[in-house]
């Protein structure tokens, strides 16, 4: 169940190669090979990596201007899509194309619209402010997993998981698991779109600092932490985090912690995932040794969540077909699939290009 | 097509850690996945190893005394399979358990019961005696089969393979493959099971010592041989073997070999399967180099077996309707498939839990 | 789809091993173990390299003169497929025998007939002459792939793809792709078959030697490049192919290349193929190193194909249903693939022994 007539991130922003950098890149998003490349201009083109001919990959081809040739058996397409030049043939027929996506670059995110292209609107585009501000400094991460993505948005919709999964890295403390958070809807940035994903606010107060704050900025008392985000359609966090020394007013001054970190899911197949994330700290605030050390922190615990949840999906495989059991922590999630649930439906009245 | 209602090997008991090792042991049963681990009272205990609520393995988690807490969220899990304690929730609702199973240790070989427990019957358990003997010595061994476990059935129940496959290490002798076996009904132990297994009795007069027996003892006769064995349900063998030289009586002094084996097989999905077995010799006959040397010679020849029953699979993978073609030598394999086949059949006659 | 009533390649005839050599030879064809081996007196064997009883490979037992005795329960076989043996049994029963295929060598191919053995004719055998003959020289090749043998058909079937995928190896020009070929029928060698194959025929004027000609003779002018080659059912391609100095006569001495090359398919499996092939040269022309240069460029390329079928593979599993679109450059491709159709259509009008 995926949706369609939405914006997914691809890649970031600097593995898409320059105009005249020979080489093209290629990943699947939705079981569908997409190609992407910057013209001239510094316009990005996003194509199916199929040609109509005979499916083989765009990408294995070359590069002509602005155009892409096929390596298999040589033809020519423009950035829109169409063919305009088949090797031993006059004239090219009119069905001769490959698709062609709505592809924005935001914030070093690059985004696909794997949807009707008529209804592509960047007013959906999520607010990734932190991924490219001079404000924030961050490094970016990219995983792959072997599993579908709505296990890993799961677990991003539940962070109750910190105080077990990411005990001696992110957690440190039961006392996360044990707060109740505050969940709420995310309201719709457009008149077609009346809820745009889950917001979930959780405090936590009088913990130790977790090992992570620790090697940020050393604390000698309990702190007050927060975690405050969005996990918008189709997955994609958002999230203000931080700490202070427990008693402390919001914003008084002296030694706090203030994250925003920006995570994206993509489905590559229905068990394969891509994950895109960083988790950016203040620009004024530590040197290049503290960013080195948050992506270490970061890389860490996701790779304890790729753990886990690779054992969970493992699992699944035995038994698909066996109930889990809802309880109270899972009230984003849940409220999270209900709203994907419906948004699939709305997509499947107004029927969405294939 | 597997009996639920009979005990499985899931492990040699020196597998499972002592109650003071934070290791946890898992294996996978009938395409389940099964927690072993055993409590400071030295109490076996056997959960289903994956948790109720979003099915993470357990053994990805904790122990914590006697219980268990999952990795994932923190539910904390008795030996009894119902969970005392999530994290944030004040009371544990009655549907939050996992699965227990009976598990009980035999003569280090470590069973479970996979079908309903009502029904669980250790008058049920097989023979093992020489598995942990101050009579008998061996090494204990382990191999995992990509294969289904009725192919390694199949295997044992025609020991006239030893011929071929054999050759070189246990064989030594067409004589073997030309005897005919006598074929006899095991019966049942308990009134619900009025046949247990089959009992195939071989005798091979005049024939070389086999290389295997050589390097046990030097022979410089012909031997009688005989293979006493009974297979039984689901899937062991208990195997008195042996030779003296040609035409000394049975019990008379003098040099001869006298072995016992014990050896099970357990599924563990469809296509694969886990081979638990020893040959044991008289701890009074031999030292340690013996023991070494009966090991290596067994370990050698099942991976001979492994390799042959690996290849008719890849073979019957191509092919899975073909027929086989019945002959004489495989009166036992039939038989026995015919005794689970009626066996299945009265266990879903009277309702197995799932 | 795979025609039944024809010869494929299952070796190079040096593949099969001497009559006292006691390794065993097997291939899988058409989803069937194939064992091949040489009598004494040198005739071919081809058998179902599976036992009747257990569905054991005959290649794991062992040769007995003529004969082949499976290495798990004994049972011998002769040339014929017919069991002589069975250890412990007085009788053999009737029923006891594996299939045999018809095999024949021919100029060091290989060939077995997978159909029904009574229709198979030495008459439909391709002249593979190249393959072994004092007049022209080669070095043997193999490759496997893991795609359909459709795929690599339609490769073959339009060398417009030499100017992209070979465009550094063997192309060299797009005028390849430009040149339209002549397409013909090729007929059938006896009454059942009215049409054997397609000929596709390929002049280029006024092209650059390709890299792979310098290597073979160094040229200073321009060349004429032609492509004659006969595409046969069920996959087999016997070309000549050459250039000569730009404007010369065709018959003219001077400095020219003439090769000939024979290539073929053989399904292993629905997704897998076997492919043998070889391009020779006149004997009288060129060293050793000149046979060599031309194997390395011809692996060179092969593997170029394999990479991009290979990659256009992957593609199409993506997306199983979705439509290639037919262009010009797809006539010999088609016609063939027709002509497979119809012939696999003949086939199952007149049932085949399956």
Chains 1, 2, 3 share one sequence.
Not at 79 to 107: F, H, W
């Amino acid at each position: 169940m995926w949706l369609r007539n939405c914006w997914y991130v691809i890649a970031w922003g600097h593995e898409i190669p320059a105009a005249d950098d020979s080489r093209l890149f290629t990943r699947t998003v939705l079981g569908e090979p997409v190609l992407v490349y910057r013209t001239a201009a510094g316009d990005l083109v996003a194509l199916e990596d199929r040609c109509c001919h005979r499916h083989a990959p765009l990408s294995v081809g070359r590069r002509e201007g602005d155009c892409v040739r096929c390596g298999y058996h040589g033809m020519k397409f423009e950035p829109s899509g169409r063919c305009i030049e088949i090797p031993g043939l006059d004239t090219v027929p009119p069905k001769a194309r490959v698709r062609s996506y709505p592809v924005v670059q935001k914030n070093n995110w690059v985004f696909v619209w794997m949807g009707d292209p008529a209804r592509s609107d960047t007013a959906l585009l999520p607010d990734n402010f932190s991924c490219e501000s001079p404000d924030w400094k961050h490094r970016p991460g990219y995983l792959h997993y072997d599993t579908p993505y709505l296990l890993i948005c799961d677990n991003l919709l539940d962070f109750s998981h910190l105080s077990y999964v990411h005990e001696k890295s992110l957690g440190g403390s039961t006392r996360i698991a044990q707060a109740r958070p505050v969940i709420e809807p995310v309201p719709g940035a457009t008149h077609d779109w009346p809820q745009m994903g889950i917001r979930v606010t959780r405090h936590i107060e009088d913990v130790p600092p977790p090992p992570f704050y620790q090697r940020f900025r050393q604390f000698d008392t309990h702190l007050d932490r927060w975690f405050i985000y969005d996990f918008l359609l189709p997955g994609t966090l958002l999230m203000h985090s931080g700490g202070r020394p427990t008693g402390s007013a919001p914003d008084a001054p002296g030694p706090s912690v203030r994250l925003h970190s920006c995570q994206t899911l993509t489905p590559e197949t229905e068990t394969t995932t891509h994950y895109f994330f960083q988790q950016s700290h203040p620009a004024g605030e530590g040197d290049d040794t503290v960013t080195e050390s948050i992506y270490n922190s970061l890389i860490g615990a996701f790779n304890e969540d790729r753990d886990m949840i690779t054992a969970q999906h493992r699992n699944i495989a035995l038994d698909p077909q066996r109930a889990m059991l809802p309880l109270a922590m899972d009230a984003a999630l849940l409220q999270f699939r209900r709203l994907l649930q419906s948004r699939f439906e709305a997509e499947h009245r107004a029927p969405v290009l294939a």
